[in-house]
């Protein structure tokens, strides 16, 4: 043989190990790899698995062993196996899988990068591309869930492959549904003929109410075609873990005269929620937020995926008590409602609050969720009925009030919105536009966050908040660092570091803070003494105020202790640092009022609760103008204090060297 002839037979050699060298280097993969061994045994004992990683161009996603050992339910390797090779910029939408009947695998690729097959996360990093001793293409994605399809019954009559979501329906009975049942809303759809909206082909989001939650006899009837249309997502697959937080999908009920967004969200507990927002509604679909858990999610079918959910979206036919009974527990085997531990404890308090909440014909709730009742500060409060009935009153307006409304009084100042409490209030600001827009709640000197707005019920709205109202968890300098509406004294102590002793634990502060606005009328009232007030020049002067504002005790002063005191006493006197705090407090038509020095000045928010105090919002400062004279230069600025004394010294020194 030539030594051309030598070289080429060399290279073919060559050529064949490498080749040979590739398609073990998978098997060597999976087999060696100890994090994937578990998916390798599947493999192992899969003619068909080994014959497409030995024959045929494919991409299979593989499951850690972690995953394996999250998930219970039987294993299909051929699941988890397309024979075509996509890399993870190559996945489109969908893919057949080599299971029988090639029921397909979505693909979602989201905002923050991250893609998903089904519901499981390819894991990055990890994805490797090789070519087989076939010269096959192969490429392989680790993924951190079991792929799952739809499950059969053992006993089931039909021989069931991928079928589309009108045939779900048609043969739950069949199906491991976790013994939920169907029929119900099927009948439904039946009846009203909308089963070509399932037979759709493409790729759709379906949310199918379980029977369970048709128990009200005339719910049924309240699912009529739109109804239906707004439990489906068309052109758009959303398996939960891939799902955006809130983001408001257009369901099939989006037209002119009706429309209706589905979102999902995620509790801190892990349980996914879906919830209809019928933002325009008509006489027969009102407008509001439904809100559902889904109580067994992520079933594929040949044209999108299934989620069932414990109740019907859009349809508002419950009270806001019987939405509170139906959300501590969720099904039979007594998993934790949304809003489980704000009803147990309405309930271990007796259930006057509920009765109270029944009784009226128009409501608003925040209702604190689960999480919410987890703070430190609120085991301690649960034994004290007299308390935890003041706390839970205040949750409760006598009002409907949804984000519209809530909007509208928020238009050109913080809403302030009355409680079922005496003389308690609630005080909302909205910060943002549309979706974006933050509501939060303040309460007893808690600032809270709408988690979920606008539940809607046939009396009223529940709203779901991060926190419970009236259970304080920050010092008098937290609250003031975090309130907009104390914004300005918050400043004024700083650059005067009269705020530095507000974090002091050890202390009882009852602080009479000015709002914003109250600042801003002594513009206008003292124009000349209200610039002095916010330059650091003047901050002795800032400090000397704002230290006639703060009593200092054992223990705080109550705007009800302060109005029993002037009853008693007349004028009332309260510690502060360095002398004492002269004022007479009255109750006039359920609000406040301040008499000091004459002046009448309103309480805007009485007995808002910290850790080491109490603050009384106040809409005037307890200034006068002689506070801070500020003409013929009466007073120096520290910086001219500064220079005259250097001088002094200077001269003092001269003298003596002389």
Same mark, same amino acid.
């Given at each position: 043989?030539?030594?051309?002839?030598?070289?080429?037979?060399?290279?073919?050699?060559?050529?064949?190990?490498?080749?040979?060298?590739?398609?073990?280097?998978?098997?060597?993969?999976?087999?060696?790899?100890?994090?994937?061994?578990?998916?390798?045994?599947?493999?192992?004992?899969?003619?068909?698995?080994?014959?497409?990683?030995?024959?045929?161009?494919?991409?299979?996603?593989?499951?850690?062993?972690?995953?394996?050992?999250?998930?219970?339910?039987?294993?299909?390797?051929?699941?988890?196996?397309?024979?075509?090779?996509?890399?993870?910029?190559?996945?489109?939408?969908?893919?057949?899988?080599?299971?029988?009947?090639?029921?397909?695998?979505?693909?979602?690729?989201?905002?923050?990068?991250?893609?998903?097959?089904?519901?499981?996360?390819?894991?990055?990093?990890?994805?490797?591309?090789?070519?087989?001793?076939?010269?096959?293409?192969?490429?392989?994605?680790?993924?951190?869930?079991?792929?799952?399809?739809?499950?059969?019954?053992?006993?089931?009559?039909?021989?069931?492959?991928?079928?589309?979501?009108?045939?779900?329906?048609?043969?739950?009975?069949?199906?491991?549904?976790?013994?939920?049942?169907?029929?119900?809303?099927?009948?439904?759809?039946?009846?009203?003929?909308?089963?070509?909206?399932?037979?759709?082909?493409?790729?759709?989001?379906?949310?199918?109410?379980?029977?369970? @939650? !048709? %128990?009200?006899?005339?719910?049924? /009837?309240?699912?009529? $075609?739109?109804?239906?249309?707004?439990? =489906? &997502?068309?052109?758009?697959?959303?398996?939960?873990?891939?799902?955006?937080?809130?983001?408001?999908?257009?369901?099939?009920?989006?037209?002119?005269?009706?429309?209706?967004?589905?979102?999902?969200?995620?509790?801190?507990?892990?349980?996914?929620?879906?919830?209809?927002?019928?933002?325009?509604?008509?006489?027969?679909?009102?407008?509001?937020?439904?809100?559902?858990?889904?109580?067994?999610?992520?079933?594929?079918?040949?044209?999108?995926?299934?989620?069932?959910?414990?109740?019907?979206?859009?349809?508002?036919?419950?009270?806001?008590?019987?939405?509170?009974? @139906? !959300? %501590?527990?969720?099904?039979?085997? /007594?998993?934790?409602? $949304?809003?489980?531990?704000?009803?147990? =404890? &309405?309930?271990?308090?007796?259930?006057?609050?509920?009765?109270?909440?029944?009784?009226?014909?128009?409501?608003?709730?925040?209702?604190?969720?689960?999480?919410?009742?987890?703070?430190?500060?609120?085991?301690?409060?649960?034994?004290?009925?007299?308390?935890?009935?003041?706390?839970?009153?205040?949750?409760?307006?006598?009002?409907?009030?949804?984000?519209?409304?809530?909007?509208?009084?928020?238009?050109?100042?913080?809403?302030?919105?009355?409680?079922?409490?005496?003389?308690?209030?609630?005080?909302?600001?909205?910060?943002?536009?549309?979706?974006?827009?933050?509501?939060?709640?303040?309460?007893?000197?808690?600032?809270?966050?709408?988690?979920?707005?606008?539940?809607?019920?046939?009396?009223?709205?529940?709203?779901?908040?991060?926190?419970?109202?009236?259970?304080?968890?920050?010092?008098?300098?937290?609250?003031?660092?975090?309130?907009?509406?104390?914004?300005?004294?918050?400043?004024?102590?700083?650059?005067?570091?009269?705020?530095?002793?507000?974090?002091?634990?050890?202390?009882?502060?009852?602080?009479?803070?000015?709002?914003?606005?109250?600042?801003?009328?002594?513009?206008?009232?003292?124009?000349?003494?209200?610039?002095?007030?916010?330059?650091?020049?003047?901050?002795?002067?800032?400090?000397?105020?704002?230290?006639?504002?703060?009593?200092?005790?054992?223990?705080?002063?109550?705007?009800?202790?302060?109005?029993?005191?002037?009853?008693?006493?007349?004028?009332?006197?309260?510690?502060?640092?360095?002398?004492?705090?002269?004022?007479?407090?009255?109750?006039?038509?359920?609000?406040?009022?301040?008499?000091?020095?004459?002046?009448?000045?309103?309480?805007?928010?009485?007995?808002?609760?910290?850790?080491?105090?109490?603050?009384?919002?106040?809409?005037?400062?307890?200034?006068?103008?002689?506070?801070?004279?500020?003409?013929?230069?009466?007073?120096?600025?520290?910086?001219?204090?500064?220079?005259?004394?250097?001088?002094?010294?200077?001269?003092?020194?001269?003298?003596?060297?002389?």
């Amino acid at each position: 043989m030539t030594s051309s002839g030598l070289r080429a037979a060399a290279a073919l050699l060559l050529l064949c190990a490498a080749t040979f060298a590739a398609a073990a280097e998978l098997s060597d993969k999976l087999r060696d790899d100890s994090e994937l061994s578990q998916f390798y045994s599947q493999v192992e004992q899969n003619p068909i698995a080994n014959a497409t990683l030995t024959l045929r161009s494919c991409t299979i996603f593989v499951p850690t062993n972690e995953a394996f050992q999250r998930y219970k339910g039987s294993i299909h390797v051929l699941y988890h196996i397309t024979t075509a090779a996509f890399s993870k910029e190559q996945l489109p939408k969908s893919v057949s899988s080599d299971m029988e009947g090639n029921p397909p695998l979505y693909i979602t690729k989201n905002r923050n990068g991250d893609i998903y097959v089904n519901n499981a996360r390819i894991i990055p990093s990890l994805s490797v591309e090789m070519t087989n001793r076939e010269g096959k293409r192969q490429v392989m994605h680790i993924i951190d869930e079991v792929l799952q399809p739809l499950s059969v019954q053992k006993n089931a009559k039909d021989n069931i492959n991928n079928p589309d979501a009108m045939q779900f329906l048609q043969m739950a009975e069949q199906l491991e549904l976790n013994d939920f049942h169907l029929r119900t809303y099927r009948s439904q759809v039946t009846l009203a003929k909308k089963e070509s909206v399932y037979q759709s082909p493409g790729a759709h989001t379906f949310l199918i109410p379980i029977d369970e @939650s !048709f %128990k009200l006899s005339a719910r049924s /009837g309240l699912v009529d $075609a739109k109804v239906i249309d707004g439990h =489906v &997502i068309p052109n758009t697959v959303i398996f939960t873990a891939a799902s955006q937080h809130d983001d408001p999908k257009t369901s099939a009920a989006f037209e002119d005269l009706l429309k209706v967004t589905v979102s999902f969200f995620k509790q801190k507990d892990g349980k996914m929620y879906v919830k209809s927002n019928t933002i325009v509604g008509d006489a027969k679909h009102r407008e509001g937020v439904v809100l559902a858990e889904i109580v067994k999610a992520n079933i594929p079918v040949q044209n999108g995926v299934v989620h069932l959910i414990h109740r019907p979206l859009m349809i508002i036919d419950t009270t806001v008590t019987d939405f509170l009974k @139906s !959300f %501590k527990f969720l099904n039979e085997n /007594g998993e934790n409602g $949304a809003l489980r531990k704000f009803y147990e =404890v &309405i309930m271990d308090n007796g259930g006057e609050v509920l009765d109270d909440i029944t009784n009226l014909s128009e409501v608003t709730i925040l209702a604190p969720s689960n999480d919410a009742w987890n703070a430190s500060l609120i085991e301690n409060l649960l034994r004290n009925r007299k308390k935890m009935r003041e706390i839970l009153n205040m949750h409760i307006i006598r009002d409907r009030l949804n984000v519209d409304k809530i909007r509208q009084k928020n238009a050109n100042m913080i809403a302030q919105v009355p409680t079922v409490n005496n003389n308690t209030f609630l005080y909302f600001n909205v910060k943002g536009e549309g979706t974006d827009a933050v509501i939060t709640v303040e309460g007893g000197g808690v600032n809270a966050t709408i988690i979920q707005a606008d539940v809607a019920q046939t009396n009223g709205y529940v709203h779901i908040i991060d926190r419970v109202l009236g259970v304080p968890h920050t010092t008098v300098l937290g609250k003031l660092e975090s309130d907009p509406m104390m914004s300005d004294t918050y400043k004024m102590g700083q650059f005067s570091h009269f705020n530095d002793q507000l974090n002091n634990t050890q202390r009882r502060f009852t602080y009479f803070v000015p709002r914003d606005k109250g600042w801003q009328k002594t513009e206008l009232d003292y124009p000349s003494a209200h610039k002095k007030l916010f330059m650091p020049d003047f901050s002795y002067h800032s400090k000397s105020i704002l230290e006639r504002h703060l009593a200092i005790a054992d223990h705080v002063f109550t705007m009800k202790d302060l109005v029993q005191y002037s009853e008693q006493a007349g004028n009332v006197v309260l510690p502060t640092f360095r002398d004492s705090l002269q004022l007479r407090v009255e109750e006039e038509a359920g609000r406040y009022v301040i008499i000091w020095n004459y002046k009448k000045i309103n309480v805007y928010r009485p007995d808002v609760e910290c850790t080491n105090g109490i603050i009384h919002v106040i809409d005037y400062p307890l200034l006068e103008e002689k506070d801070v004279v500020v003409s013929g230069g009466s007073y120096l600025t520290e910086s001219s204090i500064c220079i005259i004394l250097a001088n002094l010294i200077m001269i003092t020194v001269a003298k003596i060297l002389n």
